[in-house]
Every structure is written in C-alpha cells, then in structure tokens.
C-alpha cells in the first residue's frame, strides 16, 4: 500500500491504486492513481498559476523524487533561504572562503558526486553538476559549452562576489581530483572556468 503524505497537514493521506499499462507505439505507460481530493484540488490549483498541465506538474515532482529528493535526506542536504547564506559570507576573509571552498569540494561536493557515480568520469561529473546539483541545489546555474576539446563552464548565481570566490575555489578544487587545471576568472555573479580535456567528452 502506497500513501501519500500529507501537505501542512491539510490533505489526508490516502490509499493510491496504480494501473499501469503501455502502447505499442509509445514509451510511455499510462498510469492511474486514486488520491485524496484536497490533494486533487492543490495539484490542479499549481498547474493552473503555473501555467501547466497537470501531467506536466505532476511528472516534474516525480522525477525530482526519483533523481534528487530519495537522496538528499541521505546526503544530509537541507534547505537554506539564499540570503542567509550570502549575509554570512559577508563576514569571511578572502582567504577563509576559500579554505572553506575547499573543505566542502572535497568532503561534500566529492561525497554527492561519488553518490551519483560520477567520479572519476569527467563527463558524468559535468552532467551531474548540470542536471543534479544545480538543477536542484539552486545556488547557482552551471552551463557547459564544448568546442572541439576546450571546455568552458559559465556559473551564474545572485548572491556576490564572495561567492564567486566560493564556487571558484570549489571548482578548481574537484576539477583538481580529476587532473584538470582550471583557467578561471570572476565577473561579479558570474565565474567562468576554461581547460582543455585531454580526449574529447560529449556535451551532458
């Protein structure tokens, strides 16, 4: 028996009854559940402020259960207002920030990334840092660009300077476990990192 949660303590949880079956011509498997109508109501009420099927709505928080949110509890992430965090970064040295940025490249960033099998692939480590952690960490935005085998990273974010000096650092740093020198310069809320990958990888 699967039941969902109940949301603020609104929505009664309630038995769900999953039917799933495929067509021959679609990938697709064509589910149905049976929920709580409050929660019903709720999903209908996000997809419409959101401008989106509930299909869409409700497909989205799934894979978002199935690639992060199993796993965060696990790897002890929490939730933190941006702010916060760029207020009490306000009161490190350059120095200290970026001792920091290299104890949490080598304990965290190194721990979620061995998680997602990444490492020592750098490919995989690219993609997870793309569709993972700042699809859903939300510090920042990571692009990746490829052209031929010079790698260029633009990671933008909106919380200051000093920050840049974090990312940067943390950057070089699990770039560094890989053997990769990163060329790296700051631009306010952006960082852009450059190297040159000693085979060709595939854009993530």
Same mark, same amino acid.
């Given at each position: 028996?699967?039941?969902?949660?109940?949301?603020?303590?609104?929505?009664?949880?309630?038995?769900?009854?999953?039917?799933?079956?495929?067509?021959?011509?679609?990938?697709?498997?064509?589910?149905?559940?049976?929920?709580?109508?409050?929660?019903?109501?709720?999903?209908?009420?996000?997809?419409?402020?959101?401008?989106?099927?509930?299909? @869409?709505?409700?497909?989205?928080?799934?894979?978002?259960?199935?690639?992060?949110?199993?796993?965060?509890?696990?790897?002890?992430?929490?939730?933190?207002?941006?702010?916060?965090?760029?207020?009490?970064? #306000?009161?490190?040295?350059? &120095?200290?920030?970026? #001792?920091?940025?290299?104890?949490?490249?080598?304990?965290?960033?190194? #721990?979620?990334?061995?998680?997602? &099998? @990444?490492?020592?692939?750098?490919?995989?480590?690219?993609?997870?840092?793309?569709?993972?952690?700042?699809?859903?960490?939300?510090?920042?935005?990571?692009?990746?660009?490829?052209?031929?085998?010079?790698?260029?990273?633009?990671?933008?974010?909106?919380?200051?300077?000093?920050?840049?000096?974090?990312?940067?650092? &943390?950057?070089?740093?699990?770039?560094?476990?890989?053997?990769?020198?990163?060329?790296?310069?700051?631009?306010? &809320?952006?960082?852009?990192?450059?190297?040159? @990958?000693?085979?060709?990888?595939?854009?993530?």
């Amino acid at each position: 028996m699967i039941r969902f949660g109940d949301t603020f303590g609104l929505i009664e949880p309630g038995p769900v009854i999953a039917v799933a079956t495929t067509t021959p011509k679609s990938p697709n498997i064509i589910r149905t559940i049976r929920i709580p109508e409050a929660l019903d109501k709720a999903i209908r009420k996000a997809s419409e402020q959101r401008s989106e099927s509930v299909n @869409a709505l409700v497909e989205a928080c799934l894979i978002r259960f199935v690639e992060w949110d199993q796993f965060a509890e696990e790897l002890d992430y929490g939730m933190v207002r941006k702010p916060f965090l760029a207020k009490g970064m #306000e009161y490190l040295t350059e &120095n200290e920030i970026r #001792e920091f940025a290299r104890w949490s490249a080598m304990e965290l960033g190194s #721990e979620t990334l061995r998680f997602y &099998n @990444a490492y020592p692939k750098l490919d995989a480590v690219l993609h997870t840092y793309e569709s993972v952690i700042s699809k859903y960490g939300r510090l920042y935005t990571f692009h990746h660009e490829v052209e031929g085998k010079t790698h260029t990273i633009l990671l933008s974010h909106r919380m200051g300077k000093n920050w840049s000096i974090f990312f940067e650092e &943390n950057l070089k740093t699990i770039f560094g476990r890989l053997g990769i020198d990163l060329e790296t310069e700051i631009s306010g &809320n952006l960082v852009r990192a450059r190297f040159v @990958a000693k085979s060709q990888v595939s854009t993530p």
